[in-house]
């Protein structure tokens, strides 16, 4: 008799295998075309909350984006593995879009909004608090703390892409061609993207203090 652990691990591979068959049924030829390389649009900045897969939420084929997911999909300039996906996206690959998203009830935002220990993540989310002090006025006079949690993932997104700008990766590519920067939030409750309205396509959407001469 095989345990409850094994038979929730086999599972997964029981998925991978259907999902293996239903791709060739539709397209024989699938995983020859997909093997061939990618060459996506899009470089998505997520959450890695399991509720917000890219492709799903996008509604998007392998493929079609390029992913790079953390807690509370932040853009930190000491990251150094979101600052490679960022330039091969960019540079490798010539991804046009880069998409911030978030998600309403993030975990990570509702944490940073404590005074409580969490462990050592609480360095990375030492980030979202610099957020929340920056906008502290605003955030402290919600009273609602779902509705102040919300607007703090508007503002963390909005951050993150403003941070995106400050880099000299993104720079350097604004020198040579249009690349886009986005700021989303995912409503799980909904199913539905918030376009945030906070594009960004050249330097001057950057204080001066941050613009590399390049």
Request: charged residues 25%; proline residues 2%; aromatic residues 8%.
């Amino acid at each position: 008799m095989e345990n409850p652990m094994e038979l929730s691990y086999k599972r997964l591979l029981d998925g991978n295998k259907a999902y293996s068959m239903s791709k060739k049924i539709d397209d024989p030829e699938y995983f020859k075309k997909l093997s061939l390389g990618q060459r996506p649009d899009y470089l998505w900045i997520g959450c890695s909350d399991s509720r917000v897969p890219a492709n799903e939420v996008t509604n998007t084929e392998s493929g079609e984006i390029f992913v790079h997911r953390n807690i509370a999909n932040l853009v930190v300039h000491t990251d150094m593995n979101l600052l490679s996906v960022l330039e091969y996206a960019l540079v490798h690959l010539g991804v046009k879009h880069v998409i911030v998203c978030g998600h309403y009830g993030c975990g990570g935002v509702r944490a940073a909004m404590s005074n409580n220990l969490h462990g050592f993540v609480d360095n990375w989310l030492r980030n979202i608090k610099d957020v929340y002090h920056k906008y502290e006025k605003v955030l402290n006079a919600i009273e609602d703390s779902d509705k102040r949690a919300d607007r703090l993932t508007e503002l963390n997104v909005i951050e993150q892409v403003r941070n995106l700008a400050k880099t000299t990766i993104v720079q350097q590519e604004w020198k040579k061609r249009e690349v886009h920067l986005h700021g989303w939030v995912y409503g799980i409750n909904s199913g539905l993207v918030t376009d945030l309205s906070v594009i960004h396509d050249g330097t001057e959407d950057i204080d001066k203090i941050y613009r590399y001469v390049i």
